[in-house]
């Protein structure tokens, strides 16, 4: 069956890094876009980052650029966020999503991070 599987969450400090994997399974990842969202208690979910079914195309949030960075290994069936300089602000559930074109999309049930002191 097809599956998304999101770690690398936990609690960091502000300042801090914390590198999210996303594996999939049961799919053509390759052929499928790929999106990073997140949401916190309280608020609507956000779009943090995406890239493009062959990684050579990459779409940030505001509030993360420079600090975030989206890849993927087509090889290894996974999508990574590296995230350095965190903020509590940062703090949320995230979820990855695999997309392509008239075709279902799929989710993961989400990583938590939390920044905080």
């Known amino acids: 069956e097809v599956q998304l599987v999101e770690s690398g969450g936990g609690l960091v400090q502000p300042g801090g890094s914390l590198r999210l994997s996303c594996a999939a399974s049961g799919f053509t990842f390759s052929s499928y876009g790929m999106t990073w969202y997140r949401q916190a208690p309280g608020k609507e979910r956000e779009l943090v980052a995406a890239?493009?079914?062959?990684?050579?195309?990459?779409y940030y949030a505001d509030s993360v650029k420079g600090r975030f960075s989206i890849s993927r290994d087509n090889a290894k069936n996974t999508m990574y966020l590296q995230m350095d300089k965190l903020k509590p602000e940062d703090t949320a559930m995230y979820y990855c999503n695999a997309r392509r074109a008239f075709w279902p999309d799929y989710w993961g049930q989400g990583t938590q991070v939390t920044v905080s002191s």
């Open positions: 890239i493009g079914s062959g990684g050579g195309s990459a």
